[in-house]
C-alpha cells in the first residue's frame, strides 16, 4: 500500500524533529498535501494511524491541509487556482496551462509536540 510507506516516511520525519527538540511525545502533526501528489487522503490517515503504534506518536492526529493546483498561465501571464484537476485550463482565459506551479507537494509543515520540561511544569 502506497500510502503506508509515506505515511511511516512522515512518521520517522516527525520522530526525529521531536528528537531533536527533547520532546516526549508528539501531539499533531500538520502536513500539506497537493491535490497532484497521488496520495488519498483517507487511506494516508488510515495507514497513519497503523503506522503511529508503538512509535512516539501514538494517539497523535494528522491535520493535512489540502493544497490545490496553481498553474501559469502564459495568456494571463498569472498564475491561476485550478477548480479541477481533470481539466487544466486557464479557469479565467480557457488556455491550456501544462505549467504546474504548485499542488504536488507532500510536505511536513509542524509537530505539535510536548516537551518534559513542560510536562514537569504542568505537574506542579
Ligand atoms: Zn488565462
Request: aromatic fraction near 2%; charge should be neutral.
Given at each position: 500500500m502506497h500510502e503506508l510507506s509515506i505515511a511511516m516516511s512522515i512518521i520517522e520525519g516527525a520522530s526525529e524533529e521531536a528528537l531533536n527538540r527533547g520532546a516526549e511525545?508528539?501531539?499533531?502533526?500538520?502536513?500539506?498535501?497537493?491535490?497532484?501528489?497521488g496520495v488519498v487522503k483517507d487511506a494516508l490517515l488510515f495507514s497513519y494511524d497503523l503506522a503511529c503504534q508503538g512509535t512516539p506518536l501514538e494517539g497523535s492526529v494528522l491535520l493535512i491541509e489540502?493544497?490545490?493546483v496553481v498553474v501559469y498561465c502564459n495568456t494571463c501571464e498569472a498564475e491561476?487556482?485550478?477548480?479541477?484537476?481533470?481539466?487544466?485550463?486557464?479557469?479565467?482565459?480557457?488556455?491550456?496551462?501544462?505549467?504546474?506551479?504548485?499542488?504536488?507537494?507532500?510536505?511536513?509543515?509542524?509537530?505539535?509536540?510536548?516537551?518534559?520540561?513542560?510536562?514537569?511544569?504542568?505537574?506542579?
Open positions: 511525545r508528539v501531539h499533531a502533526v500538520h502536513l500539506k498535501l497537493g491535490a497532484l501528489s489540502e493544497v490545490p491561476k487556482t485550478l477548480h479541477s484537476i481533470q481539466r487544466f485550463c486557464c479557469p479565467s482565459c480557457g488556455t491550456l496551462t501544462p505549467k504546474v506551479v504548485s499542488g504536488k507537494q507532500l510536505e511536513l509543515v509542524a509537530i505539535e509536540i510536548s516537551e518534559a520540561s513542560e510536562l514537569a511544569e504542568a505537574s506542579l
